[in-house]
């Protein structure tokens, strides 16, 4: 499908278009004509957009940023696929090269229960800043750590952390979800912070609460399809949601069962 | 005339900031729930300063234009972050940290503020690690650290090549523990498009938000600034696309002074640009030219050779030929002011011109022929060669090569690279005392939107230490100083007229803007004004060139507003309206660079004025008349505006002339 010249393609791009949050919405074609193969789709939609401004016409509304796959807030559904047809890469990381001369390129937003879209292409994604705020941290404040050697790190412990950290906090694994679950999301933060040992004292706490938010939240459960990590523009590893689910059994079993300390505080009379 | 008080405590350099610190007025702890503090910007400075101020007890409200605090730019920094821990024994020091700042700076930053930075740098690392930061280790277990530019030490700590991302999660996650506990009130998609002065203090802000196209307004006791860099103003830049400098623009415009617009990094090794579709330029790390060579045909004829067909006595390794003793080495200003010159000259590569070669060829012959040598392979064959040689070089700079080739589909074992500078950083930005205090009481500004430690030059690896140096360790104790001269709760109500007129000036601009209705899109505009930046006011400036971009950019600014076509309504999500906005301030913010760099008699660090170099093209600083921060002060619109000076008064510091050679 990669068109090897260096000969400017044209396409048609069939995009979803929504006014707003609450009024329905409908693809529309555009023609996007004359392209250099080197653009990025972003860049395409830039000239697409320019050419509607340019009549008065309400540009097509995407979310972005960075553009070098790291913020996390591009976010398409392109021919189908959650950050289009390459492996391991964002929205934004996809060249006009992948598309063959005078194709139909069908561009749509994330869709999800809770990720409501907001305008056209643009989803809402506030539901994971709320997981992350129910336990996706160690809870030190500043000013009180200990030197920063005192407590080495095996490599390969830190290195596998390292792996789970690198999530964008795009959503393509909920897009990619035929249940839209937010397990490889999740299980990334909760493998990062439960691998390192600074995050074992809040390490119960953390997957017990975030798994809660999670599924408070409305996100679906996971049934082990890997929809997720094929479409993770990281390159997630699965592997983590198996640990994850051990760690969630775990805490589970060992707050079922853990002696209550006895109240303390007030100091006494 | 604004009064620039630095502030800088009296005392010897490595007392300052201790005694001071343990000098500064407290706020009671039961008052300082009392106090709102509305925070502006979550990236590295303003997420580390929500954390830290909402612990101390004081109510926050953090502000981002971004979906979410975790998309800041920050999120974008490859390299890693300086600290002066001396972890590798190898002689490293606060003092040492300190002194390659400042000289990296070219002697343009404050000893005070510098010094501060390098102290407070080893506490960075202690958060982030108890954080959950997860950065490279060694086998042992424990940190890993590689050099950077402009040190002689290994002091640079790295997570991958994801560094800013890591830190920004790490500060991410405590402002996210903040919000959960109901501590911080987060607020998103929301942009700043005023500030609210009351009495000459800061007192507020005023938001549209993005999404409703409303607007609203913020009272507090105090405003925090976070907003980062303003390089956007060149429209390709390294900078996520969102970037702007409406925040800081909108604050000068209300009277805080903006120091030094002029200063801008330019980094010598980004992707070039490929047409005049293009959005963003990506950055290739420096660690490239530790092996890679950089050339150019020797003919102009040659240029639109394939680079295999032109031999080895057609080509100019210039950074080699104008600088034996650095070589492809040479200090990002030198090389990539070198690289514009070659392409000026038309010998540049690419489809654009605009680009030099940065060539790997040999590098793999010589890892190729040591690693057949190791392996005891005698008499190898030249396939062989180039096989080891490839493998040895994707093991160091494997990454940099797969996104390289993402980017053209080009590869970069079997070519050379095209590369090409580009606008990577911002040393100006609003004045700020010791206290990263504004000339406007109330108003603080951190991290890459303040002008405050790196000088003329910012060097590698030290805008992460001191987004978080400011957020974590500094802001926390200073703005409590402030805070106690001013009565809990005294904010003032929304309904002041300071608020009603600041709503009303940022909602008039927005409708003027709608009303413009004329033919070219606002990126049309974007582009034009990128172009008279880089040609006037870029790597290399001139007085003329200055005076034309003035003018240039003057027209622009009357186009812009009879011109623009932004359609649609103010009344929902304008993406259109959004880029209009702060294109109208990014177009006000050019002239003001160019009327900084006019002014700047002198080459220091990234501001290269053509009439002022040594006769080997080195930056020819005049100490005498320009040792000092320009801070310019609004005069209403129209008018020129005021040029004020804080002297840099050095105790402890001798300013020399920065040799390379
Ligand atoms: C490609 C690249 C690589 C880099 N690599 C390194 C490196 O290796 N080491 C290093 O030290 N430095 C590096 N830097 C520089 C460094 O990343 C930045 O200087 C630094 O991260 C800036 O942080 P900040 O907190 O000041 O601003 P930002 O991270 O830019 O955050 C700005 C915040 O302000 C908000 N905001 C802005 N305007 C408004 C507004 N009007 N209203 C509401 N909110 C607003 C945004 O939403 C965001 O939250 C790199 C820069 C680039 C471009
Ligand atoms: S796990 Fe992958 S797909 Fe899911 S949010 Fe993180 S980076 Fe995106
Ligand atoms: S725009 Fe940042 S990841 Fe795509």
New binding site residues.
Partial sequence: MVAETSKNISVTIRVWRQPAADQPGKFVDYPAKDLNPNMSLLEMLDVVNDQLERIGEDPIAFAHD?R?GICGTCSLVIDGKPHGPHHGVASCQTYMRSFEDNSIITIEPFRAKSFPIVKDLISDRSAFDAIQQAGGFISIRTGSAQDANATPIPKDIADLAMDAAQCIGCGACVAACKNASAMLFVSAKVSQLGLLPQGQPERDTRVLNMVAKMDELGFGNCTNQYECSAACPKLISHDFIARMNRDYLAASFRTAFKPKPAASGGGGA | MATLNSNVPPGPLADKWRTYKSNLKLVNPANKRKYEVVI?????????AAATLSELGYKVKC????DS?R????????????AAKNYQNDGDSVHRLFYDTLKGGDYRAREGNVHRLAEVSVNIIDQCVAQGVPFAREYGGLLANRS?GGAQVSR?F?ARGQ??QQ??LGAYSALSKQVGAGAVELI?Q????DLVVVDGHARG?I?RDLVTGKFHRHSGEAVI?????Y?NVFNL????R???????W?AYKRGACFANPCYTQI?PTCIPVSGDYQSKL??MSESLRNDGRIWVPKKKEDCKKPPADIPEADRDYFLERIYPSFGNLAPRDVSSRAAKRMCDEGRGVGDTGLGVYLDFAEAIQRYGKQVANRANLHNPSKEKILELGEAAVKERYGNLFDIYHEITNESAYKQPMRIYPAV??TMGGLWVDYNLMSNVPGLFV????NFSDHGAN?L????????LA??YFVVPYTIGNYLATVKPTSRPSTDAPEFKAAEENASSIVKRLLAAKGKEPVNYYHKKLGLIMWNHCGMARTKEGLEDGIKKIQALRTEFWANVNVPGSGDNMNQALERAN?LADFIELGELMCRDALAREESCGGHFREEHQWPDGECKRDDENFAHVAAWEFQGEGNVPLRNIEPLNYEFTKMSVRSYK
């Fill in positions: 960075c070098e | 502006v910007g979550a990236g590295l400075a303003g997420a580390s502000i981002v234009f971004h605090p998309r800041a730019h920050s999120i974008a920094a490859q390299g890693g972050v300086n950077f640079t790295y560094t800013g830190l920004l998103t929301h942009e700043m498009v802000v938001t600034l976070a907003t980062g860099g390089g830049s390294t900078y996520a969102g970037s702007n400098t409406t925040a800081i909108r980094h990506t950055l990577h950083y951190l991290g890459e939107a910012r590698g690896a030290s805008a992460l230490m001191q987004g400011d957020g702060r």
